[in-house]
């Protein structure tokens, strides 16, 4: 059984590693599929590429696009995608446009509670990537003392109710899936736990992203508990859409799981990959874990996989 990670980012988005070096820690970790699903953006996906084919591992080019829903935002995997696809391209920038926008909205927004510099520091954050996000913020009030890392800076200063958020729209669940749909690739959505959703709010969702043309949720991720997984297990079977499985993995310390380190799917899932042609990896797992780890100084978990 190959290990697959269909859910990753990198310095394109609000990762910390570039391609490359994520590509280089996917191998390190024994990942034989990887896709990188970097936040409204696909400028990544040719360096990554060149880096799969290095590694042996098998890149799925993919996207994660920001949705608003019923006044929710929502994540949107796209998974192999075509990157040049017009629709697609035009559409990410338009929302990497709205990004800056709310940005500034942001940056003016701490500036009243006496937090100056965060559009200048946060886009310092973001370097070379085409977006600027919470995180690049986050990142920022943390290097500023506000504190001790981003997951609490998250808590007291980015979320609702907090005096850096901002409400923004994104665009509609419809043109998400139709870019995605358009371009060659699979929808899936992503970390349905996270909306906290009430039931009956998410059975329309996942009615109206199958009519769209949706075809499967992530029930393996980072962000939900074993009983979340078999709770979205149950409820994909329940609604034939396929799942799938990421780490949402962002980097050394900012993410819950490592790349690779995912629990299997529960049996009665159909995996989004079923379809897929995916080379035969039958231990070439352990051969690249071992290989890699010495050339890369990168730590190993120490045992085959
Ligand atoms: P944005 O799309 O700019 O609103 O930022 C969303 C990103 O912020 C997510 O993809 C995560 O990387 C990060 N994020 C959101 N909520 C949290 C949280 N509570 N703690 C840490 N990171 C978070
Ligand atoms: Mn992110
Ligand atoms: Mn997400
Ligand atoms: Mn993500």
Not at 83 to 98: A, S, W
Request: with cysteine.
């Amino acid at each position: 059984m190959p290990n697959i990670d269909l859910h990753s980012h990198s310095t394109i988005s609000d990762g910390v590693l570039s391609p490359s070096h994520l590509l280089a820690h996917a191998a390190v970790r024994g990942v034989n599929v990887l896709a990188l699903t970097d936040h409204d953006d696909v400028a990544g996906l040719s360096e990554a590429s060149r880096s799969a084919q290095q590694e042996n591992i098998t890149l799925i080019r993919g996207v994660e696009i920001s949705v608003t829903w019923h006044g929710r935002t929502l994540h949107i995997l796209g998974l192999g995608i075509n990157p040049e696809h017009p629709p697609l391209t035009e559409g990410l920038k338009k929302i990497r446009d709205g990004r800056m926008d709310r940005a500034r909205a942001i940056a003016a927004q701490l500036d009243k509670f006496g937090i100056y510099g965060s559009f200048e520091g946060a886009s310092a954050q973001a370097g070379t990537s085409r977006l600027i996000g919470r995180t690049h913020f986050a990142r920022f009030l943390v290097s500023q003392g506000y504190a001790r890392n981003v997951k609490s800076v998250f808590k007291k200063y980015l979320v609702k109710g907090k005096p850096g958020h901002v409400s923004h729209v994104w665009v509609s669940l419809d043109e998400a899936v139709g870019w995605i749909r358009g371009s060659g690739g699979q929808a899936v959505i992503a970390h349905p736990a996270r909306y906290k959703l009430s039931n009956d709010l998410l059975e329309q969702l996942l009615c109206e992203f199958r009519e769209l043309g949706g075809a499967g949720i992530e029930v393996v991720s980072s962000s939900h508990t074993p009983e979340q997984t078999r709770q979205f297990a149950a409820l994909a079977t329940r609604m034939n859409l396929y799942a799938s499985c990421g780490s949402d993995y962002h980097g050394p310390g900012e993410s819950y799981f490592d790349l690779g380190r995912l629990p299997a799917l529960p049996p009665e899932c159909t995996p989004i990959w079923n379809k897929w042609e995916i080379p035969d990896y039958a231990e070439t797992g352990a051969t690249i874990l071992n290989e890699r780890s010495e050339q890369t100084g990168l730590q190993s978990p120490g045992k085959s996989v």
